[in-house]
């Protein structure tokens, strides 16, 4: 789900098949370039797998910033890999 502020998200390992490779290749190109350019938004970002359900412990240590009670279960769904930058 899209929460339409997003900016322009990037995700390293996401791709499949024939594309597999431009997706790293692209994700670490975009590193690079925010890095050269000076783009202040840049910035590396955790991607988080959530489930509903009673919420855990666990849950609130990962995220305690998730609003809502019935959150069952989260875990990082890849922490290095995705990136973020603002249109």
């Known amino acids: 789900a899209a929460s339409g502020k997003g900016g ?21 190109l975009h590193a690079e370039l925010a890095e050269e350019l000076g783009v202040a938004s840049y910035r590396r970002i955790p991607v988080l797998s959530v489930q509903p359900g009673k919420r ?28 973020q930058v603002a249109p």
């Not at 322009?8 to 670490?28: I, M, N």
């Not at 959150?71 to 290095?80: G, M, R």
């Open 56 to 83: 855990r412990p666990r849950t609130i240590d990962i995220c305690p910033w998730l609003d809502g009670d019935g959150i069952a279960n989260s875990d990082y769904l890849d922490q290095y890999g995705s990136a």
């Open 8 to 28: 322009g998200f990037l995700a390293r390992d996401w791709g499949s098949g024939p594309t597999r490779q431009l997706h790293k290749v692209s994700y670490e």
